[in-house]
T-cell receptor
Framework: RKEVEQDPGPFNVPEGATVAFNCTYSNSASQSFFWYRQDCRKEPKLLMSVYSSGNEDGRFTAQLNRASQYISLLIRDSKLSDSATYLCVVNDYKLSFGAGTTVTVRA | DAGVIQSPRHEVTEMGQEVTLRCKPISGHNSLFWYRQTMMRGLELLIYFNNNVPIDDSGMPEDRFSAKMPNASFSTLKIQPSEPRDSAVYFC???????????FGDGTRLSIL
């Protein structure tokens, strides 16, 4: 079983829609969690950390469910510029990356 | 503030040649990571250092790959001899502590002909 698993998508949504996707992890001792965004042919960039109580950053909401060992990302009022691959990252002494979820926002 | 700096940005070379990729982490970051990314395999961790010491090199594909971190501000990833299947984007990343997120360099796009 992979350490971190994500639905690869693609999620193809119209502008203004809400899109949400999850990521599951296998190590219950994982300490911290992050969502990264990667644009085509660019480096991954930190989108947001994920806190136990859930957190928002503008249109983005991240949730952590330790009991079920998953994290989620929700994007509200999606913009064309949100089109990217979103990588789930789980920190268990090293950082384990998911394979990414591709989101395409269409006009 | 300067981010993680990688060089070269692009490298094209013939198989059999030695390739050296370089990375300067963010000042004050004590962990450094080397990754390889391809369409087929995604982002793979090759090796990571903590305080200049290699902690986990289980992702290094084979003996042709080696990595060093002689000091806190510099690391190299070497491939000798290179093969076409080594063609990929190689990222270096650093982070300040064990629970913080990483910051990535721009990557080196390597093509082995």
């Amino acid at each position: 079983r992979k350490e971190v698993e994500q639905d690869p998508g693609p999620f193809n949504v119209p502008e203004g829609a809400t899109v949400a996707f999850n990521c599951t992890y296998s190590n219950s001792a994982s300490q911290s969690f992050f969502w990264y965004r990667q644009d085509c042919r660019k480096e991954p960039k930190l989108l947001m950390s994920v806190y136990s109580s859930g957190n928002e950053d503008g249109r983005f909401t991240a949730q952590l469910n330790r009991a079920s060992q998953y994290i989620s990302l929700l994007i509200r009022d999606s913009k064309l510029s949100d089109s990217a691959t979103y990588l789930c990252v789980v920190n268990d002494y090293k950082l384990s990356f998911g394979a990414g979820t591709t989101v395409t926002v269409r006009a | 503030d300067a981010g993680v700096i990688q060089s070269p940005r692009h490298e094209v070379t013939e198989m059999g040649q030695e390739v050296t990729l370089r990375c300067k982490p963010i000042s004050g970051h004590n962990s450094l990571f080397w990754y390889r990314q391809t369409m087929m395999r995604g982002l793979e961790l090759l090796i990571y250092f903590n305080n200049n010491v290699p902690i986990d090199d289980s992702g290094m594909p084979e003996d042709r790959f080696s990595a060093k971190m002689p000091n806190a501000s510099f690391s190299t990833l070497k491939i000798q001899p290179s093969e076409p299947r080594d063609s990929a984007v190689y990222f270096c990343a650093s982070r300040p502590g064990t629970v913080q997120p990483q910051h990535f360099g721009d990557g080196t796009r390597l093509s082995i002909l």
